[in-house]
């Protein structure tokens, strides 16, 4: 089975920076996707444990569920990728993604409930299984990257965390001269590169556009 072409991988839970580091990599030139493009790419096979189909072609780097999700098989699938953990203060996490549960209809949604019981095994929010699946995530990843520290950069943007931490991590040659973005769910997803976009070349090579 052959491997796909290296991509950025932003692997932190939702809630803990996901868009606003998606913003971060389209502002730096990437082809960026988020939970929106997944959607809509549809990696049916992801949940059965299939990773022979490349759903990602065209992206240079993605972030969101379900990336954080599978990202030992995207790892492996992927040699030579770079990996992103956003973490935040878990009071305050928890407290961001119990609104986020209260106010996303599930029900009807059959993506977002495959995501939400491949990541938590549950489709309501419980605080306290919440609380364990972050701890594990983080202590998975953290385990997963011990022989390979120059692969994971883990990012806290509430503390501080930004360009500094970010540019160098992708060799990128300049920091921006600007904040780091601050994104919310439904951030002005780029126009040249919409949800469930499939007109992708397989010849494209991941980097700065």
């Known amino acids: 089975m052959h491997s796909f072409t290296p991509k950025i991988f932003g692997i932190g839970l ?6 606003s580091l998606y913003a971060a990599l389209q502002r730096l030139g990437y082809r960026a996707a988020t939970y929106q493009h997944l959607r809509g790419a549809h990696p049916s096979g992801w949940f ?18 379900p990336i954080g999700t599978y990202f030992p098989d995207l790892d492996r699938r992927y040699p030579g990728s770079k990996f992103i953990l956003t973490c935040r203060e878990i009071e305050s996490w928890l407290a961001s993604a119990e609104r986020q549960w209260g106010r996303t209809a599930v029900q009807r949604d059959a993506f977002r409930q ?84 499939r007109k992708r070349a397989a010849s494209q090579t991941a980097g700065p556009r």
């Open 14 to 19: 939702s809630k803990t920076g996901t868009t």
């Open 48 to 65: 059965n444990g299939d990773f022979s189909v490349d759903y990602l072609t065209g992206w240079d780097a993605i972030t969101d569920l």
């Open 114 to 197: 495959k995501v939400r019981l491949a990541t938590y095994g549950i489709l309501d929010f419980d605080r306290e299984r919440f609380r364990f699946v972050y701890q594990v995530h983080e202590r998975n990843v953290r385990w997963h990257f011990r022989e390979r520290p120059g692969d994971l950069l883990v990012m806290n943007l509430g503390a501080g965390d930004g360009w500094p931490q970010l540019c160098p991590f992708l060799g990128a040659r300049a920091i921006p001269n600007e904040p780091f973005p601050n994104a919310q769910p439904g951030f002005d997803l780029d126009p040249k590169n919409p949800p469930g976009a």
